[in-house]
């Protein structure tokens, strides 16, 4: 079977390799037929990137430890869900799902515009079959899944702490969200190098970027949520560059999505939309590189991994020829609109834009110059936390604050006047609660005062957006309230459901400031000693011993109350995993008592659990946190309706593309 | 009407330009980052370094009482020096012998006093998160 | 084994079957030729795409005065250059000859 899988792999690599070469000159000579063929080939390396999928996925179902990579990430005892997402848990298995879905999603954009905007399609396929050679290439060539060897008896298992729910998940969604940055990517370099200047490719491109965007947002909050109860030192973000990985290109991402309404709206742009999605695209290849290289830890580690220099090179190709296509057609892409004013929507889009920019570069520097200054002074530094805080704080907050703004400014030019009159109820109100929270002692971190009155105005602005739309919507058409508000979303799509994802971020935004007011405290507990900790009294009742097949688990029982009434029981402890190896896996299990009114979370780490039944604890209560998973869920409902299909505007944009000549669907 | 010159050529010039400020600013004074060397590399340095070591011999004591003792010496070199650390606060369950960690601290009198929950362990396989001490 | 072999070979025969489609299909077209973007459509793409602007900007400020988030006075300044960008964008449009005219079958 390794065979099928390695000869699959082959087959994409010369479906990929014919699709570049023969994509590529069907555009430029404008060959009918070979364009057709160069897209058939797209496709059918979709498919046989799926035989070779599929012959991995079922080597980890049948438990085949002939194959050295399911040997590796695998064994008898393990569930069947975590075999299959073992498929993901090493190097060549994630490089084949990042195949299958790239494949995936560049069949079905060149499926679906099969009929549309020929002249730009024909370039896109090319540039999607040239980024898939690059990972064909990986896995035909240097990193390969169908290694065989003699099957072991049994094989090396799942990392206990990845077997989880939420690390099961957290790698598709994240690979869901890189790889569809490719076609956006794709798109705008296909425009280059068809000369369009017009709006084409971002309208085939937004509902990609939309996926792709959200599910990288929702892949990062998944992995971060996994931080939080598995890995369970207190936190859910340690700015590790694995983490950091993931973040860049959703900033640059997200700073994309706004600088495209800008061209949509006056025409603006066009060159920065461009080198932000090529950065936003790279900054993902740039991310797989980090994850899988293990570049940062130490420039040796570099070397030692087999795919690190080729992954360089293959970033180094990419920005090349995006620069490249980039300065080729500068002159074409001027345009002649001008920003107006600095008090307009525009405007504001511009500084959000600025702002994730900056914030996405510093976190680029906080990575990076580890490694440089390693290249290049031969000393390693680690950059910590204080520095991604600072940042975080000196360009997110006033993106916080941008988010409300935004929404209630006129595009082009707004008068002062007008400005203040809508502001002034989110203005008061952020203010009153601002001070509210000052007195109720919020004022114990200064950054924290300030987001939280910050999401105050927003949250204000937003819900004043709903309402005064709504009320416009009830005066035309006379709908009850429920009836208006819901077709003033329904003809709004993107506007709304914009507005319901920027509700998702402050959110976020809450619940992250929550963590500059956590209350932490820690001591060693005989049985019936209890701490206290901003309320609650935790008791440690006793120890017990489990023992399951998969390990020897010890918990400390806990009895939480609070204000002398009895909250409910805790469980926290350790897990020693038996698993073949010199020495056993121990992780700590925490124990997480949510109270789902206040967002609150009190947090019990077993530290150490000494031969005396002892036990030294580290307990937080942790304010608002809850509000961060929350949030994935209103950003996900959010991004649903802003996607949803628009049959009015479909029309719209089919009349424009029509009428600019041709056949029905020619444009 | 539409002004001839765009401020907004002039807004972008001044972000960066504000930016690079912030960066610097806050770079000149924070530092760029702890420096990070090797147990054999120790010798000389003042000031606080991220040391980065493999753990030799048994450990001794409680970090959550007195203090977790421990030696540490170059992952790459088996025969090279050893330096005493000694360390308080959350050990990463990951911690033992033969383990590569880093740990945050100042050398003081021959022996390297770790910041309080500054270690941090490098997993040994290939893509398992590392976990941090205490964040 | 062999069966793996089998299989490898009917998914590359099936393969090149896929690619080599469009040439099997139409042996001898009538023209092979890609549909391109000629200057004069592109120049009505442009105009179509600033019609398309114009008139959405006209929208949402008469939606935003509705709402409320531009005042009367804001609104009587802005909808006359509004406007008459429109009006000239629809000008403009119909000026360039219809090029559905001399539409091509792809």
Not at chain 1, 14 to 41: F, I, M, P, Q
Not at chain 1, 554 to 565: F, H, I
């Amino acid at each position: 079977m390794a065979e099928l899988g390695r000869a699959a792999l082959v087959v994409t690599l010369g479906l990929c390799v014919y699709a570049t070469v023969a994509g590529s000159y069907a555009a430029a000579r404008r060959r009918r037929r070979l364009a057709g063929s160069a897209r058939n080939a797209l496709i059918a390396a979709f498919g046989s990137t799926v035989v070779a999928a599929g012959v991995l996925a079922a080597g980890f179902l049948r438990s085949d430890f002939s194959l050295t990579y399911v040997a590796q990430h695998s064994n008898r005892t393990l569930g069947r869900a975590y075999k299959l997402s073992a498929f993901w848990g090493g190097q060549e298995g994630s490089l084949l799902l990042w195949l299958l879905i790239l494949t995936g999603y560049a069949a079905l954009a060149v499926w679906l515009n099969r009929n549309r905007a020929r002249d730009l399609v024909v370039w896109v396929a090319p540039v999607l079959a040239g980024i898939a050679v690059g990972f064909a290439f990986l896995l035909v060539a240097v990193a390969s899944p169908f290694d065989v060897q003699a099957a072991p008896a049994d094989g090396a298992g799942l990392n206990p702490s990845l077997q989880n729910p939420y690390m099961m998940a957290h790698p598709p969604f994240l690979y869901l969200g890189y790889v569809g940055l490719a076609v956006p990517f794709a798109f705008a370099m296909g425009a280059l190098l068809s000369g369009r200047t017009d709006e084409r490719w971002i309208v085939a491109t937004r509902r990609w970027t939309l996926v792709a965007w959200t599910a990288l947002g929702v892949g990062q909050l998944l992995g971060a949520h996994w931080a939080y109860v598995e890995v369970g030192w207190g936190g859910y973000y340690a700015w590790d560059p694995v983490e950091n990985a993931a973040l860049m290109p959703f900033l640059a991402a997200t700073a994309f999505l706004h600088s495209v309404m800008i061209q949509e709206k006056r025409g603006m742009l066009k060159v920065w939309n461009v080198v932000l999605v090529a950065l936003a695209f790279c900054l993902s290849i740039f991310g797989t590189f980090l994850t899988r290289s293990g570049v940062v830890n130490s420039i040796h580690s570099f070397s030692e991994s087999n795919i690190g220099p080729w992954f360089l090179a293959f970033i180094f190709v990419a920005v090349a020829f995006a620069t490249t296509l980039i300065v080729w057609r500068l002159p074409l892409l001027r345009s002649k609109t001008r920003l107006e004013s600095l008090v307009s929507r525009e405007a504001v889009f511009l500084y959000n834009n600025l702002l994730l920019v900056a914030l996405c570069l510093t976190i680029l520097w906080g990575v990076a110059w580890p490694i440089l200054s390693e290249a290049v002074r031969g000393t390693t530094v680690v950059v910590g936390r204080p520095y991604y805080d600072f940042f975080l704080r000196i360009f997110g907050l006033p993106l916080l604050l941008l988010m409300g703004i935004g929404p209630m400014i006129a595009w082009r030019r707004a008068s002062l006047r007008g400005l203040g009159r809508t502001f002034l109820w989110p203005f008061l109100i952020s203010v009153a609660v601002g001070l509210v929270l000052l007195w109720r002692g919020a004022g114990s971190s200064v950054p924290g005062l300030i987001a939280y009155t910050f999401s105050a105005f927003v949250l204000a602005a937003i819900a004043l957006e709903f309402i005064r739309g709504t009320r416009a919507r009830k005066a035309l058409a006379s709908e009850s309230w429920p009836g208006a508000l819901f077709s003033l979303i329904g003809r709004n799509r993107r506007r709304y459901g914009g507005y319901i994802v920027h509700v998702a971020i402050v959110f976020l935004a809450i619940g992250i400031a929550g963590s500059a007011y956590d209350s932490v405290v820690e001591g060693k507990l005989a049985p019936g000693q209890s701490l206290r900790v901003a309320g609650y009294s935790v008791l440690y009742q006793r120890l017990v011993e489990r023992d399951t097949p998969h390990a020897a688990e010890v918990r400390a029982q806990l009895l939480v109350s609070r204000d002398g009434k009895v909250l409910g029981p805790l469980e926290a402890g350790k897990n020693s995993f038996k698993i073949a190896g010199p020495d056993p896996q121990v992780s700590s299990e925490v124990g997480i008592r949510t109270n789902y009114l206040t967002g609150e979370d009190l947090f019990v780490i077993p530290e150490q659990i000494n031969a005396d039944g002892s036990v030294y604890f580290r307990i937080f209560v942790k304010p608002l946190v809850n509000l961060i998973w929350l949030a994935g869920f209103v950003f996900l409902f959010g991004s649903i309706i802003a996607l949803w299909p628009d049959a009015r505007e479909q029309r719209r944009l089919a009349v424009r593309y029509e009428e600019a000549g041709g056949t029905v669907r020619g444009t | 009407m539409a002004r001839k010159r765009s401020p907004a050529r002039l807004i972008i010039a001044l972000s960066i330009a504000a930016v690079l400020a912030i960066f610097l600013l806050y770079t000149s004074i924070a530092g760029g980052g702890t420096p990070s060397v090797k147990p054999s590399q120790l010798g000389g340095q003042t000031g606080t370094v991220a040391l980065v070591g493999r753990v030799v011999g048994a450990p001794t004591g409680d970090a959550h009482a007195g203090g977790l003792r421990f030696r540490l010496r170059d992952v790459q070199n088996p025969k090279g020096t050893t330096v005493p650390v000694v360390y308080t606060g959350t050990v990463p369950d990951l911690f033992a012998t033969g383990r590569d960690i880093v740990v945050e601290g100042k050398l003081e009198n021959g022996t390297f006093v770790a910041t309080r929950d500054s270690m941090v362990t490098k997993c040994p396989s290939k893509y398992s998160a590392t976990k941090p001490a205490g964040q | 084994m062999s069966g793996a072999l089998i299989l490898g070979a009917a998914l590359a025969v099936l393969c090149v079957v896929l690619v080599a489609l469009p040439f099997l299909r139409e042996p001898d077209p009538l023209s092979d030729e890609l549909d391109e973007l000629t200057p004069e459509r592109r120049r009505r793409l442009a105009l179509a795409e600033e019609r398309d602007r114009a008139l959405a900007a006209l929208k949402e400020l008469e939606a935003d005065h509705r709402a409320g988030r531009v005042s009367d006075e804001d609104y009587r300044i802005s909808i006359g250059p509004l406007r008459r960008e429109a009006a000239e964008a629809l000008r403009a449009l119909d000026t360039v000859p219809d090029a559905a005219a001399v539409a091509e079958t792809v």
